[in-house]
């Protein structure tokens, strides 16, 4: 089981997009889901969370005003909704992942194991560029 990320694509500087992160195989709704980028040449950078009901949302101080997470249970599905993109920073891939630690939810902005999250997916990729 895991989860898929999708949406990336080529975005002006200053635009905007949203992502999804859709599982197949089980059920979105009791966990809390991460959001990942990784820059090439990087180590891969934590940007936010949600709760597994979707009412609380943590974020790292990069994206923190521009990125936005929310989560349709009945669909399944976890969207980053990004503003305001800016090249070359917010070009990366993008992952999503499942985690049952509500603290490791609540830290991700600011550190995280990658053992605290499961079902990686293949991530989207997201070039900002004029």
């Known amino acids: 089981v895991q989860l898929q990320a999708s949406g990336g694509r080529l975005v002006q500087p200053g635009g905007s997009l949203r992502l999804s992160c859709a599982a197949s195989?089980?059920?979105?709704?009791?966990?809390?889901i991460g959001w990942f980028r990784r820059h090439p040449g990087r180590e891969r950078e934590g940007l936010g969370c949600?709760?597994?009901?979707?009412?609380?949302?943590?974020y790292s101080d990069s994206v923190k005003g521009r990125f936005t997470i929310s989560r349709d249970n009945a669909k399944n599905t976890v969207y980053l909704e990004m503003n305001t993109l800016k090249k070359p920073e917010d070009t990366a891939i993008y992952y999503c992942?499942?985690?049952?630690?509500?603290?490791?939810?609540?830290?991700?902005?600011?550190?995280?194991?990658?053992?605290?999250?499961?079902?990686w997916g293949h991530g989207t990729e997201l070039t900002v560029s004029s």
């Open positions: 992942a499942t985690t049952s630690r509500e603290a490791a939810c609540i830290n991700l902005g600011t550190y995280y194991l990658p053992s605290d999250f499961d079902s």
């Open positions: 195989g089980f059920s979105l709704d009791h966990y809390h």
């Open positions: 949600i709760s597994s009901d979707g009412g609380s949302t943590y």
